[in-house]
């Protein structure tokens, strides 16, 4: 199958993609394909795009009911997969469901939409399940994305009862950046394809390494003028537990250095909040644990910081895949005190990188992100927004960054230097003849 399927241009059209990628192309050849399908490419790959298109050409449009469910581990990139799907502007409907979203608004939708594909993590897919949110009995097509890491988080009972709930399923896809052991038998995976794209030599090759000496085993205060000579390119700093992100981010914070933290112990609008600054270039350095090693749309990450050697060498790749992506560069930085060695797995032994006795002052953000309390559910949008900005706030098309709207507010990226005399200039107006809060998001 090729891309001239009306359903799949149209599709790629709205997202503005001209080419797929092989590892794209590969799997919309087995679109009608009866068997299973087990998909292995690396983190940044494009892997959302690889399994749904080949879906739109399997959804039926003589029935108003649930065809595909996909099973994601973490909320966000439950909701990355969601927002491609939106972009895409079909004729079907997808609902998002996960935890530290309210339940209600999601029955409705389950019930008032009635949606072709549903996406979400475990837990609260079983939850609509048991209450009876969600029918199972017209689910065909089963997706499993990030399936290793969902077997590392633990979420094996939840599939397992997910999987036995649905008498329908003809079709299963695996969906990881690597392979598991052993493809546990409730998945019930039968004949099945199996395309693997691993990293090339090329894309490694973009990826340099190196390591960053500290003289103290407290590494905070090396962290920090690190930091510094990177100026005001963006990167992700990987701890492995949540209160040293907190730590550490604190610290920075307390330095001066302006950054976001990101954890599974923060709530959700706080973690969409950080990963939205970190995206619009109101924040370069982001302070995370493994969670945002894979499935996260963030585009043009410079630099990697192993603040924390990672766990194994599975979750050295992934972090490492943050950056580099597609036909851009990127360096990880291993930074260790004296008595941490290289793990054994990364060969050759990375350079060193010396920093320097003078390192800059922080970088301020060139972007600053505004809040503003309406949302889809008050009928704004994205045109509403950028008119208010441009012609109350007179601001330039290029002092304008991204637009982000949700149900109840939205987001939005404005140039710092104009910040202070455009929330003078909006200040008491109007959207849609609606009173709304406009301020920094914090």
Not at 79 to 87: A, G, N, P, T
Not at 308 to 318: I, Q
Request: with cysteine; charged share 25%; net charge neutral.
């Amino acid at each position: 199958m090729n891309t001239e399927h009306p359903l799949l241009r149209e599709a790629l059209q709205r997202l503005q993609i001209a080419t797929l990628t092989p590892m794209q192309q590969a799997s919309l050849q087995y679109a009608r394909d009866p068997r299973d399908l087990i998909l292995l490419s690396p983190t940044g790959s494009g892997k959302t795009l690889a399994f749904l298109l080949p879906l739109l050409t399997s959804l039926r449009s003589d029935t108003d009911q649930v065809q595909v469910l996909i099973l994601i581990p973490s909320r966000e990139l439950a909701l990355q997969v969601d927002s491609v799907f939106r972009k895409m502007t079909t004729r079907w409907g997808v609902v998002c469901c996960y935890g530290g979203h309210p339940i209600a608004e999601e029955k409705k939708s389950l019930l008032g939409a009635r949606p072709a594909v549903v996406v979400g993590t475990p837990g609260r897919i079983l939850d609509h399940l048991s209450k009876g949110n969600l029918d199972a009995e017209s689910v065909t097509t089963l997706v499993i994305d990030e399936f290793d890491k969902s077997l590392e988080l633990g979420f094996q009972e939840e599939m397992e009862e997910i999987i036995d709930r649905l008498p329908s399923l003809k079709r299963r896809m695996l969906i990881s950046a690597t392979d598991a052991e052993e493809i546990p038998l409730f998945t019930g995976i039968g004949r099945s394809v199996r395309l693997d794209f691993p990293q090339k030599a090329e894309d490694a090759s973009r990826l340099q390494l190196r390591q960053v000496c500290s003289p103290a085993k407290d590494k905070l205060d090396t962290l920090f003028r690190f930091l510094c000579t990177l100026g005001a390119d963006s990167s992700i700093v990987f701890c492995n537990h949540r209160e040293a992100v907190d730590r550490v981010s604190r610290s920075l914070t307390e330095r001066g250095l302006y950054n976001e933290a990101f954890h599974g112990g923060m709530e959700q609008p706080d973690r969409e909040r950080a990963l939205y600054k970190f995206r619009n270039g109101s924040c370069q350095v982001l302070v995370a644990t493994d969670l945002a090693a894979r499935g996260l749309d963030i585009p043009e990450v410079g630099h990697i910081v192993h603040y924390h050697l990672p766990v194994s060498e599975d979750a050295f790749t992934h972090r490492n895949g943050r950056t580099a992506r597609w036909m851009a560069t990127g360096i990880s930085y291993l930074l260790l005190h004296f008595e941490e060695t290289v793990p054994g797995y990364i060969s050759p032994v990375p350079e060193s990188y010396a920093i320097p006795e003078q390192v800059p002052r922080p970088v301020k953000p060139q972007w600053t992100t505004l809040y503003i309390s309406k949302g889809k559910k008050d009928k704004l949008n994205k045109v509403d927004i950028a008119g208010l900005l441009y012609k109350k706030g007179n601001l330039s098309r290029d002092e304008v960054g991204q637009i982000d709207v949700k149900d109840h507010y939205a987001f939005v990226a404005v140039r710092t230097r104009k910040l202070n005399q455009l929330l003078t200039l909006i200040r008491g107006e109007k959207i849609k003849g609606m009173r709304v809060l406009v301020e920094v998001a914090e």
